[in-house]
Protein backbone atom coordinates (compact mmCIF):
# COMPACT_ATOMS: atom_id res chain seq x y z
CA UNK A 1 0.00 0.00 0.00
CA UNK A 2 1.46 3.47 -0.82
CA UNK A 3 2.29 5.84 1.99
CA UNK A 4 1.71 9.49 2.23
CA UNK A 5 3.35 11.23 -1.14
CA UNK A 6 4.52 14.75 -1.11
CA UNK A 7 5.47 16.83 -4.37
CA UNK A 8 7.65 18.51 -4.96
CA UNK A 9 10.11 17.57 -2.85
CA UNK A 10 11.63 20.57 -3.17
CA UNK A 11 11.06 23.95 -4.52
CA UNK A 12 13.36 27.24 -4.81
CA UNK A 13 11.24 30.28 -5.98
CA UNK A 14 11.57 34.18 -5.55
CA UNK A 15 9.95 35.74 -3.25
CA UNK A 16 6.80 37.19 -4.68
CA UNK A 17 6.38 34.24 -6.42
CA UNK A 18 3.36 31.14 -5.99
CA UNK A 19 4.48 28.17 -5.22
CA UNK A 20 1.63 24.83 -4.89
CA UNK A 21 2.42 21.65 -3.00
CA UNK A 22 0.69 18.43 -3.41
CA UNK A 23 -0.42 15.93 -1.28
CA UNK A 24 -2.13 12.38 -1.37
CA UNK A 25 -2.70 11.03 1.58
CA UNK A 26 -3.22 7.15 2.18
CA UNK A 27 -6.23 6.10 0.71
CA UNK A 28 -9.31 5.57 2.66
CA UNK A 29 -7.72 7.94 5.34
CA UNK A 30 -10.58 11.03 5.36
CA UNK A 31 -8.02 12.94 7.75
CA UNK A 32 -5.23 15.04 6.43
CA UNK A 33 -3.23 17.48 8.31
CA UNK A 34 -0.36 20.15 6.89
CA UNK A 35 2.21 21.07 9.35
CA UNK A 36 5.42 22.87 8.46
CA UNK A 37 8.80 22.62 9.79
CA UNK A 38 11.46 25.97 10.26
CA UNK A 39 14.76 25.67 10.40
CA UNK A 40 15.94 24.40 14.21
CA UNK A 41 12.13 24.97 15.11
CA UNK A 42 9.12 22.62 16.10
CA UNK A 43 7.20 20.75 13.58
CA UNK A 44 3.89 23.34 13.52
CA UNK A 45 0.49 22.56 12.83
CA UNK A 46 -1.18 24.44 9.90
CA UNK A 47 -4.70 22.60 9.43
CA UNK A 48 -6.84 19.78 9.39
CA UNK A 49 -9.08 18.71 6.57
CA UNK A 50 -11.87 16.01 7.38
CA UNK A 51 -12.89 14.57 3.50
CA UNK A 52 -12.80 18.17 1.98
CA UNK A 53 -13.81 19.53 4.81
CA UNK A 54 -11.28 22.29 6.78
CA UNK A 55 -11.73 21.23 10.33
CA UNK A 56 -9.05 23.50 12.13
CA UNK A 57 -7.60 25.77 10.22
CA UNK A 58 -5.81 27.81 13.33
CA UNK A 59 -2.66 27.01 12.16
CA UNK A 60 -2.41 29.07 8.94
CA UNK A 61 0.13 31.56 9.45
CA UNK A 62 -1.95 34.43 7.07
CA UNK A 63 -3.76 34.48 4.23
CA UNK A 64 -1.36 34.20 1.20
CA UNK A 65 -1.55 30.32 2.15
CA UNK A 66 -4.56 28.68 1.03
CA UNK A 67 -4.92 24.76 1.06
CA UNK A 68 -7.92 22.90 -0.39
CA UNK A 69 -8.93 19.31 -0.97
CA UNK A 70 -11.35 19.21 -3.45
CA UNK A 71 -12.82 15.51 -3.27
CA UNK A 72 -11.59 14.18 -0.10
CA UNK A 73 -9.06 12.92 -2.23
CA UNK A 74 -5.19 14.66 -2.37
CA UNK A 75 -4.86 18.01 -1.61
CA UNK A 76 -2.98 21.25 -2.15
CA UNK A 77 -1.47 23.71 -0.41
CA UNK A 78 -0.47 27.19 -2.14
CA UNK A 79 1.80 29.80 -0.97
CA UNK A 80 1.20 33.23 -2.85
CA UNK A 81 2.70 35.60 -2.95
CA UNK A 82 5.84 33.41 -1.31
CA UNK A 83 7.78 35.66 1.58
CA UNK A 84 11.15 34.87 2.83
CA UNK A 85 9.70 33.52 6.07
CA UNK A 86 7.76 30.72 4.17
CA UNK A 87 11.17 28.57 3.65
CA UNK A 88 11.07 25.45 5.45
CA UNK A 89 9.48 21.85 5.13
CA UNK A 90 5.89 21.23 4.58
CA UNK A 91 4.43 17.97 5.95
CA UNK A 92 1.62 16.39 5.16
CA UNK A 93 0.39 13.52 7.79
CA UNK A 94 -2.90 11.42 6.89
CA UNK A 95 -4.82 9.11 9.28
CA UNK A 96 -8.23 6.91 9.64
CA UNK A 97 -9.38 8.29 12.67
CA UNK A 98 -10.21 11.36 14.16
CA UNK A 99 -11.75 12.75 17.29
CA UNK A 100 -10.64 11.14 20.82
CA UNK A 101 -9.02 8.42 18.63
CA UNK A 102 -5.46 6.69 19.65
CA UNK A 103 -4.63 6.43 16.05
CA UNK A 104 -1.12 7.93 15.26
CA UNK A 105 -0.80 9.99 11.68
CA UNK A 106 1.02 8.48 8.82
CA UNK A 107 3.47 11.09 6.98
CA UNK A 108 5.13 11.93 3.76
CA UNK A 109 8.64 13.10 3.49
CA UNK A 110 7.65 16.56 3.04
CA UNK A 111 8.45 19.03 0.44
CA UNK A 112 11.36 21.95 1.04
CA UNK A 113 10.57 25.04 -0.06
CA UNK A 114 13.51 27.65 -0.07
CA UNK A 115 12.62 31.56 -0.90
CA UNK A 116 14.85 33.51 -2.30
CA UNK B 1 -3.04 24.07 26.24
CA UNK B 2 -0.09 21.31 25.13
CA UNK B 3 3.59 21.89 24.52
CA UNK B 4 6.39 19.58 24.45
CA UNK B 5 9.86 20.19 25.36
CA UNK B 6 12.65 18.70 23.78
CA UNK B 7 16.11 18.68 25.85
CA UNK B 8 19.13 19.08 23.68
CA UNK B 9 18.60 19.74 19.96
CA UNK B 10 22.00 17.34 19.22
CA UNK B 11 22.85 14.34 21.34
CA UNK B 12 26.22 12.30 20.40
CA UNK B 13 26.59 9.10 21.77
CA UNK B 14 29.23 6.11 21.01
CA UNK B 15 28.01 2.95 19.31
CA UNK B 16 26.91 0.31 21.94
CA UNK B 17 25.80 3.35 24.52
CA UNK B 18 22.78 3.91 26.13
CA UNK B 19 20.88 6.33 24.40
CA UNK B 20 18.49 8.73 26.45
CA UNK B 21 16.28 11.40 24.55
CA UNK B 22 14.58 13.92 26.67
CA UNK B 23 11.04 14.64 26.30
CA UNK B 24 9.00 16.79 28.69
CA UNK B 25 5.11 17.75 28.13
CA UNK B 26 2.77 19.75 29.52
CA UNK B 27 -1.08 18.99 29.14
CA UNK B 28 -4.25 19.51 30.93
CA UNK B 29 -5.65 16.26 30.13
CA UNK B 30 -4.30 13.04 30.03
CA UNK B 31 -1.87 13.44 26.98
CA UNK B 32 -1.36 10.87 24.31
CA UNK B 33 2.39 10.54 24.11
CA UNK B 34 4.52 9.67 20.70
CA UNK B 35 8.03 9.35 19.22
CA UNK B 36 8.53 9.84 15.98
CA UNK B 37 11.58 9.33 14.10
CA UNK B 38 12.98 11.00 10.80
CA UNK B 39 15.84 9.36 9.34
CA UNK B 40 17.71 11.42 6.20
CA UNK B 41 15.49 12.15 3.53
CA UNK B 42 13.00 10.08 4.52
CA UNK B 43 9.39 11.19 6.45
CA UNK B 44 8.56 11.07 10.04
CA UNK B 45 7.99 7.58 11.07
CA UNK B 46 6.11 6.32 14.28
CA UNK B 47 8.46 4.84 17.18
CA UNK B 48 6.09 4.12 20.15
CA UNK B 49 3.39 5.72 21.68
CA UNK B 50 1.63 5.67 25.23
CA UNK B 51 -2.15 6.38 25.54
CA UNK B 52 -3.16 3.77 27.87
CA UNK B 53 -2.28 1.12 30.43
CA UNK B 54 1.54 0.23 31.06
CA UNK B 55 3.50 3.01 31.30
CA UNK B 56 6.58 1.76 29.80
CA UNK B 57 6.18 1.77 25.77
CA UNK B 58 8.34 -0.80 23.64
CA UNK B 59 8.86 0.32 20.18
CA UNK B 60 10.59 -0.63 17.08
CA UNK B 61 14.34 -0.89 16.48
CA UNK B 62 14.50 -1.65 20.44
CA UNK B 63 13.52 1.68 21.77
CA UNK B 64 11.29 2.32 24.45
CA UNK B 65 9.83 4.85 26.74
CA UNK B 66 8.38 5.19 29.95
CA UNK B 67 5.59 7.74 30.68
CA UNK B 68 6.04 9.69 34.28
CA UNK B 69 3.21 11.45 35.25
CA UNK B 70 4.25 13.14 38.53
CA UNK B 71 7.13 14.31 36.19
CA UNK B 72 5.27 14.92 33.05
CA UNK B 73 8.32 13.16 31.43
CA UNK B 74 8.21 10.69 28.03
CA UNK B 75 11.63 10.22 27.82
CA UNK B 76 13.13 8.16 25.28
CA UNK B 77 15.99 5.39 25.84
CA UNK B 78 17.71 2.45 23.65
CA UNK B 79 20.18 0.12 25.79
CA UNK B 80 22.58 -0.30 23.01
CA UNK B 81 22.88 2.40 20.14
CA UNK B 82 23.42 1.35 16.23
CA UNK B 83 24.94 3.34 13.55
CA UNK B 84 21.83 3.07 11.89
CA UNK B 85 20.01 5.05 14.81
CA UNK B 86 21.45 8.36 13.89
CA UNK B 87 18.17 10.38 12.84
CA UNK B 88 16.38 13.10 14.56
CA UNK B 89 14.10 11.86 16.92
CA UNK B 90 10.31 14.46 17.37
CA UNK B 91 8.23 13.99 20.66
CA UNK B 92 4.98 14.85 20.23
CA UNK B 93 1.93 15.04 22.31
CA UNK B 94 -1.90 14.81 21.45
CA UNK B 95 -4.32 15.65 24.47
CA UNK B 96 -7.38 13.51 24.30
CA UNK B 97 -10.17 16.15 23.99
CA UNK B 98 -8.73 18.30 20.97
CA UNK B 99 -9.99 17.82 17.03
CA UNK B 100 -6.36 15.49 16.81
CA UNK B 101 -4.53 18.18 16.74
CA UNK B 102 -0.54 16.53 17.49
CA UNK B 103 2.32 18.88 19.65
CA UNK B 104 5.73 18.35 18.23
CA UNK B 105 8.63 19.32 20.14
CA UNK B 106 12.00 20.77 18.15
CA UNK B 107 13.39 17.85 17.68
CA UNK B 108 16.60 16.06 19.25
CA UNK B 109 19.24 15.23 16.50
CA UNK B 110 21.23 12.37 17.37
CA UNK B 111 24.77 11.10 16.25
CA UNK B 112 25.86 7.63 16.31
CA UNK B 113 30.16 8.07 17.21
CA UNK B 114 31.75 4.80 16.28
Known amino acids: EAGVTQFPSHSVIEKGQTVTLRCDPISGHDNLYWYRRVMGKEIKFLLHFVKESKQDESGMPNNRFLAERTGGTYSTLKVQPAELEDSGVYFC??????????????FGEGSRLTVL | AQSVTQLGSHVSVSEGALVLLRCNYS??????LFWYVQYPNQGLQLLLK??????LVKGINGFEAEFKKSETSFHLTKPSAHMSDAAEYFC????????????FGTGTSLTVIP
Open chain 2, 92 to 103: AVRGTNTGNQFY
Open chain 2, 27 to 32: SSVPPY
Open chain 2, 50 to 55: YTTGAT
Open chain 1, 93 to 106: ASSQYSGASTGELF
